[in-house]
């Protein structure tokens, strides 16, 4: 097994940004969440990484974490109309889900991939 001598931080913005854990230049997605299958730079394998619903949840997290406290704020100092007000509201979540879902999942496969996981270890018996 190589040794890391990376940190764990570079690893994770570097799938952060969409780019290779190992080297940082190739790309780690294509057709904008697919895993590729191979960097085109260094060739390190990573199709075999299933990172699942981990970056989902993430997302989320992150997004409700910004728009709710958002649109609380909205509503307690100009209280606009509702139907205007969550159209814009769900605009907002999902223009943010749509532009972190791919940085997260590609955080979630370099993390994956530092600790050599491939996602279908089992646990238990």
Same mark, same amino acid.
């Given at each position: ?18 780019? *290779?854990?190992? *080297?940082?230049?190739?790309? $780690? @997605? ?8 191979? *960097?085109?730079? *260094? ?8 990172? +699942? +619903? ?9 997004? &409700?974490? $910004? $728009? $709710?406290?958002? &649109?609380? %704020?909205?509503?307690?100092? %100009? ?13 907002? &979540? @999902?223009? @943010?889900?749509?532009?972190? @879902?791919?940085?997260?999942?590609? &955080?979630?496969?370099?993390?994956? %991939? /530092?600790? /050599?996981?491939?996602? +279908?270890?089992?646990?238990? +018996?």
């Amino acid at each position: 097994m190589p040794v890391m001598t990376q940190s764990l931080a570079t690893t994770l913005y570097r799938g952060f940004i969409g780019r *290779c854990p190992r *080297c940082g230049q190739g790309r $780690v @997605l294509f057709a904008y969440l697919r895993v590729m299958p191979e *960097c085109l730079i *260094c060739h390190e394998r990573l199709g075999h990484i299933r990172a +699942d +619903d981990g970056p989902a949840y993430f997302t989320l997290f992150a997004v &409700a974490h $910004v $728009v $709710v406290p958002g &649109a609380l %704020w909205v509503e307690q100092a %100009w209280s606009p109309p509702m139907g205007p007000f969550v159209a814009a509201t769900m605009a907002a &979540a @999902l223009t @943010l889900i749509g532009i972190l @879902l791919p940085a997260f999942k590609g &955080a979630t496969v370099a993390l994956m %991939w /530092r600790l /050599r996981l491939k996602g +279908d270890e089992h646990q238990g +018996d």
